[in-house]
């Protein structure tokens, strides 16, 4: 669905995954704008053939891991924004579920047992607030780091998701790299201390 009013319209997600998409290949990718309002140009260059026989041809790539992998359900309504999350997650070798809206959130809990949950506060129906909420009650998922990733982050909404039982908010276009941050359990917030 096209951005709301006011509303980002995705994670800022998609450039760092073409880049990474393109740098397996052995190619580059560029980007370039004259500013605001006058659109974007990207080039791509790939190798234009794969190796002769008889040449030492490179190792595949083994996903990136900081740390141990974890277990992570991403929860999000916009399909886009899922498999990002889902394609940088896996990338850097964690396991990852993903669902829809929180009914599939709290079903997907059941049975994956998440360590870190990735959750949408916008969600249609059952908002985040109220999956955060349940999540805590699911067996295996009391202990577990539910990230708010939102596009609300005035000091009220912070607020709400800390009472709601989230143990970080991050506002999108969140950065790839403090997610990672998070999920790789190298930077975590007082919430989950508070709760124990």
Do not use: W
Not at 89 to 101: I, K, M, Q, R, W
Not at 121 to 127: H, N, R, T
């Amino acid at each position: 669905p096209p951005p709301v009013e006011g509303r980002p319209g995705g994670l800022g997600l998609g450039l760092t995954l073409v880049r990474r998409l393109v740098e397996m290949q052995g190619g580059t990718v560029e980007g370039a704008s004259a500013g605001p309002g006058h659109g974007s140009e990207f080039t791509v260059r790939l190798p234009a053939a794969a190796p002769a026989l008889g040449e030492a041809e490179a190792p595949p790539p083994v996903p990136k891991s900081s740390g141990s992998a974890r277990r992570v359900l991403v929860v999000d309504d916009n399909l886009d924004a899922r498999e990002a999350l889902r394609f940088l997650l896996e990338d850097e070798g964690h396991d990852v579920a993903t669902a829809a809206d929180g009914p599939q959130a709290l079903e997907q809990a059941r049975s994956f047992v998440p360590e870190i949950v990735l959750l949408d506060i916008g969600l249609p129906g059952m908002d985040g607030y109220e999956v955060a909420r349940r999540l805590r009650s699911v067996p295996g998922c009391a202990d577990a780091v539910i990230v708010a990733v939102s596009g609300y982050g005035q000091a009220e909404d912070r607020a709400r998701s800390s009472a709601a039982g989230f143990d970080d908010h991050l506002l999108k276009p969140v950065a790839p790299d403090l997610l990672l941050q998070i999920v790789s359990g190298s930077r975590r917030r007082q919430a989950a201390s508070r709760r124990r």
